[in-house]
């Protein structure tokens, strides 16, 4: 079988793709290893930077993003008790966030797919890449049990850290950029009502926490943990007893329930230094990771997505090149400013050093700073909503 544009995984970044190649013309095919329940149901991140809500816009797919989304035109900060606001829309012109589950915005683009049919192959497992060099590529794939070939023009591979695309690039043709972190987040999903109206970030010397939401009865908590707990430590009694701690203030009531889902994730970064090689073009957690603390991950991967629809468009419409050789230089300008927004917002609120060390007294300096300097607290902002342009 033969299509202009192969994609590699039914998440964010490779559904939006194909909505975006759909909406120019361009025909395009998503192979997904993965059943559509799995995918659909997948708990992930639920952040949305302006940027991201404006292209499921232009794509007809936000009709429930706007219904059930939260907008949100702040956050809170939080440093040993003492809080502080950060006003989106007075700092970047209206900009701001809206809270939205990955798993949902999932849902709304598969139908979106289908309806206009794009051909998604779920429980079709990429297996490997042949002629990426050439004009000819294709994709060798396991689907029922049977080995199969879908030949294609390009191959886009967002099949996720652990997919295979990345695996495919020359040895020697990119740089590794990596770091771990010694701290990992317990996170939870609980069925209580939210305990604020807008995300708290807090810093206390016992670690980090981070008060979330899904909705008006879904409520996400994380928690710093270090890299050797388990999650049989972790009670929902103790959970509950560590949120109360860390996220308390004067006046500040935490808000309990059922615990329905937990979960202990590493704290790291990652990237490559070239996002492409021939007709194999990387986007999304394939090319980068970022720490969780800025809500970065979906909202990066749409940001890639954008560059190379516009790229592949500009080649069928017109023959041009250009935009497909410089995906990675234009991909990278933003991956490497979120990677640093991303490493500032990890620094100033996790547990580094023990109290009065250097590490503790710089991050009290920045927060310290924060309260004084609107120019700080625009830099935060613009980052937190998602820069327009870069």
């Given at each position: 079988m033969k299509t202009s544009v192969a994609i590699i995984g039914a998440g964010p970044a490779g559904l939006s793709l194909a909505l975006l190649l759909h909406q120019a013309g361009i025909p395009c095919l998503i192979l997904e290893r993965h059943s559509r329940a799995y995918v659909e149901s997948r708990v992930r991140a639920g952040l949305l930077e302006q940027n991201t809500v404006d292209l499921f816009t232009e794509l007809g797919v936000a009709g429930r993003l706007r219904r059930e989304g939260l907008e949100h035109f702040g956050?809170?900060?939080?440093?040993?008790?003492?809080?502080?606001?950060?006003p989106f829309d007075e700092l970047t012109g209206g900009r701001h966030i809206t809270i939205y589950g990955q798993q949902e915005v999932v849902k709304d683009l598969v139908a979106a797919c289908l309806e206009r049919q794009i051909e998604i192959r779920f429980e079709a497992k990429a297996w490997e890449l042949h002629r990426i060099e050439?004009?000819?590529?294709?994709?060798?794939?396991?689907?029922?049990?049977?080995?199969?070939?879908?030949?294609?023009?390009?191959?886009?591979?967002?099949?996720?850290?652990?997919?295979?695309?990345r695996k495919f690039l020359p040895p020697g043709s990119y740089i590794d950029y990596q770091t771990s972190y010694p701290f990992s987040w317990l996170g939870i999903l609980a069925e209580t009502a939210p305990s604020s109206e807008e995300l708290i970030y807090t810093f206390h010397e016992e670690g980090f926490a981070l008060h979330s939401l899904r909705s008006d009865a879904i409520s996400r908590f994380y928690l710093q943990v270090d890299n050797t707990e388990k999650l049989e430590d972790w009670d929902d009694s103790r959970i509950w007893e560590s949120l109360e701690?860390?996220?308390?203030?004067?006046?500040?009531?935490l808000q309990t329930g059922r615990i329905l889902e937990?979960?202990?994730?590493?704290?790291?970064?990652?990237?490559?230094?070239?996002?492409?090689?021939?007709?194999?073009?990387?986007?999304?957690?394939?090319?980068?990771?970022?720490?969780?603390?800025?809500?970065?991950?979906?909202?990066l991967a749409v940001a890639d997505i954008r560059w190379l629809a516009k790229a592949m468009i500009a080649f069928y419409k017109s023959g041009d090149e250009q935009k497909l050789r410089s995906y990675s230089q234009d991909c990278l300008r933003r991956i490497w400013r979120v990677q640093d927004f991303s490493h500032f917002?990890?620094?100033?609120?996790?547990?580094?050093?023990?109290?009065?060390?250097?590490?503790?007294?710089?991050?009290?300096?920045?927060?310290?700073?924060?309260?004084?300097s609107r120019?700080?607290?625009?830099?935060?902002?613009?980052?937190?909503?998602?820069?327009?342009e870069i």
């Amino acid at each position: 079988m033969k299509t202009s544009v192969a994609i590699i995984g039914a998440g964010p970044a490779g559904l939006s793709l194909a909505l975006l190649l759909h909406q120019a013309g361009i025909p395009c095919l998503i192979l997904e290893r993965h059943s559509r329940a799995y995918v659909e149901s997948r708990v992930r991140a639920g952040l949305l930077e302006q940027n991201t809500v404006d292209l499921f816009t232009e794509l007809g797919v936000a009709g429930r993003l706007r219904r059930e989304g939260l907008e949100h035109f702040g956050v809170i900060l939080s440093f040993e008790g003492e809080r502080l606001r950060i006003p989106f829309d007075e700092l970047t012109g209206g900009r701001h966030i809206t809270i939205y589950g990955q798993q949902e915005v999932v849902k709304d683009l598969v139908a979106a797919c289908l309806e206009r049919q794009i051909e998604i192959r779920f429980e079709a497992k990429a297996w490997e890449l042949h002629r990426i060099e050439t004009e000819a590529p294709y994709i060798q794939y396991i689907q029922d049990g049977t080995r199969k070939s879908l030949a294609c023009d390009f191959i886009a591979a967002c099949d996720g850290f652990h997919g295979i695309g990345r695996k495919f690039l020359p040895p020697g043709s990119y740089i590794d950029y990596q770091t771990s972190y010694p701290f990992s987040w317990l996170g939870i999903l609980a069925e209580t009502a939210p305990s604020s109206e807008e995300l708290i970030y807090t810093f206390h010397e016992e670690g980090f926490a981070l008060h979330s939401l899904r909705s008006d009865a879904i409520s996400r908590f994380y928690l710093q943990v270090d890299n050797t707990e388990k999650l049989e430590d972790w009670d929902d009694s103790r959970i509950w007893e560590s949120l109360e701690k860390r996220l308390f203030t004067p006046g500040f009531k935490l808000q309990t329930g059922r615990i329905l889902e937990k979960s202990i994730t590493p704290v790291r970064s990652y990237m490559t230094g070239t996002m492409q090689s021939g007709r194999l073009f990387l986007a999304g957690d394939a090319a980068h990771i970022v720490p969780p603390t800025g809500g970065k991950g979906l909202n990066l991967a749409v940001a890639d997505i954008r560059w190379l629809a516009k790229a592949m468009i500009a080649f069928y419409k017109s023959g041009d090149e250009q935009k497909l050789r410089s995906y990675s230089q234009d991909c990278l300008r933003r991956i490497w400013r979120v990677q640093d927004f991303s490493h500032f917002m990890t620094q100033l609120f996790h547990r580094i050093g023990e109290r009065e060390s250097l590490e503790y007294r710089l991050q009290r300096s920045k927060f310290d700073y924060l309260k004084i300097s609107r120019a700080y607290q625009t830099s935060l902002a613009e980052n937190y909503v998602g820069l327009k342009e870069i």
